[in-house]
Each structure stands twice: as structure tokens, then as C-alpha cells.
């Protein structure tokens, strides 16, 4: 019975052991630090690290709504645009597709065709 008494002590004594260098360790580990400061318009993403929400941009330690043109929308991914449906982009702005007279916008809304009947000419259309 006296050894296993000394062997449960020592199991003991190794465990104490182990959980006072693990709780030293973590100060180096980054677990024990105060957390960065999360900028408004963000949010905690693991850990004590951030990311901006959607509509925002990381600018150094801080968010930036990010700019938007009219007739535009945020794609899915919360950082880029994209032109409204009969709009193409020019730069960093949308500008409305001309349709000329016996044309309509195509299925994806990025460019035209003539109705049937007629070719396209240039921007135009014409009979064929």
C-alpha cells in the first residue's frame, strides 16, 4: 500500500508540474495577452485576430466603409461590386448600356442584342 501512496504523490507532483509550465507557457502563446482592440465595424474572427464586416475595408488597424457607386450592389463577398443589370462598369463608377431601337438587353444584362429580324451594326441595328 506505501507504494502506491508514492506513486499516486509523484503522479501528483508531475501534474502540478506540467500545469505550472503550461500557464508560464502561455504568455508566450498569446493566450494570456490582452486582446487587440476590435475597430468599430468589425468583429473577433479567431482568436484575439479581426476582420472587417461586410461594406468595410481594413485601412492599418481601422475599417473604412467600402465605396460603392450608384447602380451598384456588394457582391456575396462583402469587398468588391458589381454594376446593376443594364449598367456596365467605367472605372470605378456604372454607367447605363445604350439599347438602341429594335434591341434588347441580354440574358445577362451586361450587353444587347437585336430582336430578331435584325443585325447588329455598330451600335445599331439594322433590318437584314
Not at 11 to 22: T, Y
Not at 32 to 44: G, M, N, R, T
Not at 100 to 114: M, Q, R, T, V
Request: proline share 7%; net charge negative; with cysteine.
Amino acid at each position: 500500500m506505501h507504494g502506491r501512496d508514492s506513486k499516486t504523490v509523484r503522479d501528483w507532483a508531475v501534474l502540478r508540474l506540467l500545469l505550472a509550465l503550461g500557464v508560464g507557457l502561455l504568455p508566450t502563446l498569446g493566450w494570456a495577452e490582452d486582446p487587440a482592440p476590435v475597430p468599430d465595424h468589425a468583429y473577433i474572427d479567431f482568436g484575439d485576430h479581426w476582420k472587417c464586416d461586410r461594406g468595410f475595408k481594413r485601412v492599418a488597424d481601422r475599417c473604412e466603409e467600402f465605396p460603392v457607386p450608384e447602380h451598384a450592389f456588394l457582391e456575396n463577398s462583402g469587398n468588391r461590386w458589381q454594376c446593376e443589370r443594364g449598367y456596365k462598369r467605367v472605372e470605378e463608377r456604372c454607367e447605363e448600356i445604350p439599347v438602341p431601337e429594335h434591341a434588347f438587353l441580354n440574358h445577362s444584362g451586361n450587353d444587347w442584342k437585336c430582336d430578331r429580324g435584325f443585325k447588329r451594326e455598330g451600335n445599331r441595328c439594322s433590318p437584314e
